[in-house]
C-alpha cells in the first residue's frame, strides 16, 4: 500500500472550519483515498473516501487534488466531540485490511 | 443491532499466561479482522476472515497468536504465553460489500491487554 503523510497534530477553536491535510505522492490509479478517525478509548470509526472527485457526507468533505497526491478532509464547524485521531490511508477497493499510520491529533479549543 | 462487541474490554495477566479474546461482529458481516494498536500508533493489521476461513495473517501474528472464527460469525483471538511486548489494545472490526462496492469497516471497542 502506497504510504500517506500527515501532520502529527493541529489545533483548531470551536465551531471553525478544519482542514487536515495528507500527502499521498505515490499514490496509484486505483487506491481510494480514505479518511477514519478515531476517538479517545473507542476504536476508529468511518469518516468518508473518495477517487477522484471531490466528496461531501453529513460528517465531513473531502477535496482531493487533481493530481491526486494530496488531498485535505474538511471539518466545516469543528465541535468538542470531533476531537481525535484523523488517519488518511490508501487503498484499492479490492484490498482488505487498512495500513495505519500514526494519524493526526486533533485538539479543539472551547 | 449495536455494533461490533468486543469482551473483555480489559484484561491483566501475568507473563506466561494464555489469553482469549472474544469478537461479535455486526451480524449480517461476513467479514472480520483483528488489529492491534500500540499507544500512539494506528492500528496494525493482524489477520482477516471471510465467514469462516482465514484469508490474510501479518507477520505480526507470531506462532502465539492464533485467531478463530468457527461458524463464520463470533471470532476468538488467542494468546499463548504472553509476553510483555503482547501489551496493546486489540481491535476487532467487521464489514460486508456496501454500497458501489465500498468495503467499509466498523470497528469495536478494543480489548486492552496488560502483561505484567
Known amino acids: 500500500d502506497a504510504k500517506t503523510t500527515q501532520p502529527n497534530s493541529m489545533e483548531s477553536n470551536e465551531e471553525e472550519p478544519v482542514h487536515l491535510p495528507c500527502n499521498h505522492s505515490t499514490i496509484s490509479g486505483t487506491d481510494y483515498i480514505h479518511w477514519y478517525r478515531q476517538l479517545p478509548s473507542q476504536g476508529p470509526e468511518y469518516v468518508i473516501h473518495?477517487?477522484?472527485s471531490n466528496v461531501n457526507n453529513r460528517m465531513a468533505s473531502l477535496a482531493i487534488a487533481e493530481d491526486r497526491k494530496s488531498s485535505t478532509l474538511i471539518l466545516h464547524r469543528a465541535t468538542l466531540r470531533d476531537a481525535a485521531v484523523y488517519y488518511c490511508?490508501?487503498?484499492?477497493?479490492?484490498?482488505?485490511?487498512?495500513?495505519f499510520g500514526p494519524g493526526t491529533r486533533l485538539s479543539v479549543l472551547p | 443491532d449495536t455494533g461490533v462487541s468486543q469482551n473483555p474490554r480489559h484484561k491483566i495477566t501475568k507473563r506466561g499466561q494464555n489469553v482469549t479474546f472474544r469478537c461479535d461482529p455486526i451480524?449480517?458481516?461476513?467479514?472480520l479482522y483483528w488489529y492491534r494498536q500500540t499507544l500512539g500508533q494506528g492500528p496494525e493489521f493482524l489477520t482477516y476472515?471471510?465467514?469462516?476461513?482465514?484469508?490474510?495473517k501479518s507477520r505480526l501474528l507470531s506462532d502465539r497468536f492464533s485467531a478463530e472464527r468457527p461458524k463464520g460469525s463470533f471470532s476468538t483471538l488467542e494468546i499463548q504465553r504472553t509476553e510483555q511486548g503482547d501489551s496493546a489494545m486489540y481491535l476487532c472490526?467487521?464489514?460486508?460489500?456496501?454500497?458501489?462496492?465500498?468495503?467499509?469497516?466498523?470497528f469495536g471497542p478494543g480489548t486492552r491487554l496488560t502483561v505484567l
Open positions: 472490526a467487521s464489514s460486508a460489500i456496501g454500497q458501489n462496492f465500498y468495503n467499509e469497516q466498523f
Open positions: 476472515f471471510q465467514n469462516e476461513a482465514q484469508l490474510e
Open positions: 490511508i490508501l487503498r484499492d477497493n479490492y484490498g482488505q485490511n487498512f495500513v
Open positions: 451480524s449480517e458481516h461476513n467479514r
Open positions: 473518495g477517487l477522484t
